[in-house]
Each structure stands twice: as C-alpha cells, then as structure tokens.
C-alpha cells in the first residue's frame, strides 16, 4: 500500500469519527475547494507539459523510475 493509500484510509478513519456536522462541512468544503484549485491548474497547463506528466506518471506505475537516493548519489558524483 502506498503512502497515499495509508493517508486516504486514515482520513476516512478519522471523518467516520467525526459526527459534529459544522466541522464535516468545514473540512468538506476546504477539500472540495482544493480540488477545484487543482483543476484549474491543471487545466492551465500547456497540452505538451499535460502528455510530458502523463507519460511520466505512466512510466512510474509501470515500475520505470529510479529512487531518489540513487538519483541523488548520481548528482553528487556530477557535483550538483
């Protein structure tokens, strides 16, 4: 399960949790206000970055990336 798994399955622990209703509403609104902001940004992307992202998210689920710690050593070794 990835981080982002384990944070969603706890943030639903947590709202199942919650019965007052103003602070469900509160948080409901805050999340839905983030996710329209995200829209739009991604809808103010130019079509090639959109494809450059997509593709990039494609090779990540299919395994093709390297981890941060070896892309880092290989930085230092190039004196970045």
Known sequence: M???EILKT???TFIENI???KILNAHAVLLQNEIEQ???DWNTLPAELKEALQQSISEFDNGNYEPIEDVLTKLKKNGI
């Open 2 to 4: 990835s981080a982002t």
């Open 19 to 21: 019965s007052d209703e």
């Open 38 to 40: 995200q829209t739009e």
């Open 10 to 12: 706890k943030l639903h």
